[in-house]
């Protein structure tokens, strides 16, 4: 079986490349939204993008393409209420991301952890996770999917961080989110990612498992896409990360004042998706 995203046209760069675990520097803040009412009696104000699809249209989907090198770790997707090098007192998910004990973990905080998690460590080599988050009927559900097959499922009837539970939360993250307290095998601190990241696609909606599958074959779904964040359309000479979707969610600020992740040429080894990297 092939696993090839040239469609995707993530076949030709990776970003963020090199960070340490609780220093980085290298993640970017996505644009923010002003939610002025939350139908799930969670708070209102500002809100990072995800919060922003999630509250808006009751489901977000998030897909992203990355590369696990041995050892790999860190945050892929989180939000907290401040930003880098603050540390918030209260308030923050990493969303996503791969544990110190290389488990891949997707989870959110509704007054208690709740999280849906691999049963092993994830192997080195290139990747597809998918976390989404929906309401439905009085009832918030979470679920995780990992190289297009789904990991597990999780509902609450609490209201969730995401949602706007204990919010707003302005600072949403790809590469970085605060980890402290109850999220299991962390840095307990500002926990980036150490691999490289190639994709990531945001969706108003939950993806059917054969969406998740025909995106993990290298197709593009376009149904419900919000924003779409393709390597190849990321400038590291000024750290804007153009959004591919047509919807305008370009990101513009790097987490890290001024320091933007390297942008480099790869060659994919074909044929798995657990390739050697090649930086050439």
């Given at each position: 079986?092939?696993?090839?995203?040239?469609?995707?046209?993530?076949?030709?760069?990776?970003?963020?490349?090199?960070?340490n675990?609780?220093?980085?520097?290298?993640?970017?803040?996505?644009?923010?939204?002003?939610?002025?009412s939350?139908?799930?009696?969670?708070?209102t104000?500002?809100?990072g993008?995800?919060s922003?699809?999630?509250?808006?249209?009751?489901?977000?989907?998030?897909?992203?393409?990355?590369?696990?090198?041995?050892?790999?770790?860190?945050?892929?997707?989180?939000?907290?209420?401040?930003q880098?090098?603050?540390?918030?007192?209260?308030?923050?998910?990493?969303?996503?991301?791969?544990?110190?004990?290389?488990?891949?973990?997707?989870?959110?905080?509704?007054?208690?952890?709740?999280?849906?998690?691999?049963s092993s460590?994830?192997?080195?080599?290139?990747?597809?996770?998918?976390?989404?988050e929906?309401?439905?009927?009085?009832?918030?559900?979470?679920?995780?999917?990992?190289?297009?097959?789904?990991?597990?499922?999780?509902?609450?009837?609490?209201?969730?961080?995401?949602?706007?539970?204990?919010?707003?939360?302005?600072y949403h993250?790809?590469?970085?989110?605060?980890?402290?307290?109850?999220w299991?095998?962390?840095?307990?601190?500002?926990?980036?990612?150490?691999?490289?990241?190639?994709?990531?696609?945001?969706?108003?909606t939950?993806?059917?498992?054969?969406?998740?599958?025909?995106?993990?074959?290298g197709?593009r779904?376009?149904i419900?896409?919000?924003?779409?964040?393709?390597?190849?359309?990321?400038?590291?000479?000024?750290?804007i990360?153009?959004?591919?979707?047509?919807?305008?969610?370009?990101?513009t600020?790097?987490?890290?004042?001024?320091?933007?992740a390297?942008?480099?040429?790869?060659?994919?080894?074909?044929?798995?998706?657990?390739?050697?990297?090649?930086?050439?």
């Amino acid at each position: 079986m092939s696993y090839t995203w040239t469609s995707l046209g993530v076949s030709q760069a990776v970003l963020l490349t090199g960070n340490n675990l609780t220093s980085g520097p290298y993640a970017w803040q996505l644009p923010q939204c002003s939610i002025s009412s939350n139908p799930y009696g969670g708070a209102t104000g500002t809100y990072g993008l995800f919060s922003c699809i999630a509250i808006t249209y009751g489901a977000i989907s998030a897909v992203v393409l990355f590369y696990e090198p041995p050892l790999g770790q860190g945050v892929l997707l989180g939000f907290q209420t401040v930003q880098y090098p603050n540390s918030p007192s209260s308030g923050w998910t990493p969303w996503l991301y791969i544990g110190t004990n290389l488990v891949l973990y997707a989870g959110d905080w509704t007054g208690s952890l709740w999280q849906v998690s691999t049963s092993s460590a994830i192997p080195p080599g290139w990747h597809m996770a998918v976390v989404e988050e929906w309401y439905s009927g009085g009832t918030y559900y979470l679920a995780l999917y990992l190289d297009g097959v789904l990991i597990g499922q999780s509902s609450t009837t609490s209201l969730p961080q995401l949602f706007g539970g204990g919010g707003p939360y302005p600072y949403h993250n790809i590469g970085t989110a605060y980890s402290r307290g109850s999220w299991p095998n962390t840095t307990q601190t500002w926990f980036w990612f150490n691999g490289n990241i190639a994709y990531v696609a945001l969706y108003n909606t939950t993806l059917v498992a054969s969406a998740v599958q025909s995106i993990y074959m290298g197709n593009r779904v376009t149904i419900g896409l919000m924003a779409e964040y393709v390597a190849n359309n990321y400038d590291p000479r000024t750290g804007i990360w153009y959004d591919s979707s047509g919807k305008g969610y370009n990101i513009t600020t790097a987490v890290v004042t001024g320091r933007y992740a390297p942008k480099e040429s790869i060659l994919w080894t074909l044929g798995t998706v657990g390739g050697v990297l090649t930086i050439y």
